[in-house]
């Protein structure tokens, strides 16, 4: 369990990109991973949390929360539009609002439930067919219809595709965020969380680097 260095490495990321110390937040990426290393982060003191997935999440983080006071959920895999409701009640934070459809979903369930995640938009930076999000040159107009909608638009996220240089992907990220007055970039993973620290990344989620490779 890796969790201390990681923090380590953040806050010296924070240092050389001239960013307050503090000013990244750690969302340690819990999925598919087995329940003893996840208590051994929380054990440590770690409560920001993050899940791909509704269903693996509502099966074990319920009883972690109520044995770890203080937790915070995030959602950062894909979002079903039928289990939308069930991620409102789950989740803290929602970094995957990815299409129009699931914005309208989330403003109706959100009424009704009378509350609602903090909400990322999440831009397909590479413009990858296989990929979720939403294209760069439609950001604007999601943002602001998500806004028409009152929905809690904090920030962006990007997943750069895998065999590009990051870099470019979260600096695009920054310039998208900053024309539309988002003050938070969901960027960085195990492998790039120090160059979106750069970029100006004010949430990394990392996995395997602080758990250890996930189980087959
Ligand atoms: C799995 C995952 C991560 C963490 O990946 P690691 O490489 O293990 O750090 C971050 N973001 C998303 C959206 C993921 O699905």
């Known amino acids: 369990?890796?969790?201390?260095?990681?923090k380590t490495r953040i806050r010296?990321?924070?240092?050389?990109?001239?960013?307050?110390?503090?000013?990244?937040r750690l969302i340690a990426i819990s999925k598919k991973q087995p329940v003893d290393?996840?208590?051994?982060?929380?054990e440590a003191g770690h409560r920001?949390?993050?899940e791909n997935r509704v269903q693996e999440a509502a099966?074990?983080?319920?009883?972690?929360?109520?044995r770890y006071?203080?937790?915070?959920?995030?959602?950062?895999?894909?979002?079903?539009?039928?289990?939308a409701r069930q991620a409102i009640e789950l989740f803290d934070t929602i970094h995957s609002l990815d299409r129009p459809k699931l914005a309208t979903t989330l403003a109706r369930l959100a009424q009704e439930e009378g509350h609602c995640p903090d909400l990322f938009v999440q831009v397909?930076?590479?413009?990858?067919?296989?990929?979720?999000?939403?294209?760069p040159d439609e950001a604007d107009a999601v943002v602001a219809e998500c806004r028409r909608m009152d929905l809690p638009v904090r920030g962006l996220?990007?997943?750069?595709?895998?065999?590009?240089?990051?870099?470019?992907?979260f600096a695009l990220l920054a310039k998208i965020a900053e024309r539309n007055d988002l003050a938070e970039l969901s960027m960085g993973m195990s492998g790039d969380f120090e160059r979106a620290i750069m970029q100006g990344a004010t949430c990394v989620r990392i996995g395997s680097a602080i758990f250890g490779e996930r189980p087959g």
């Open 1 to 6: 369990m890796l969790l201390a260095e990681i």
């Open 12 to 24: 010296e990321a924070e240092e050389r990109a001239g960013r307050t110390e503090g000013s990244v």
């Open 37 to 42: 290393r996840i208590e051994a982060v929380l």
């Open 48 to 50: 920001v949390f993050g």
């Open 59 to 66: 099966g074990r983080w319920p009883e972690l929360a109520e």
């Open 69 to 83: 006071p203080g937790l915070e959920l995030h959602l950062v895999g894909p979002l079903q539009t039928n289990k």
């Open 124 to 135: 397909n930076t590479g413009e990858e067919p296989q990929k979720a999000g939403i294209v």
């Open 157 to 169: 996220m990007c997943i750069p595709p895998v065999h590009e240089e990051p870099t470019l992907h």
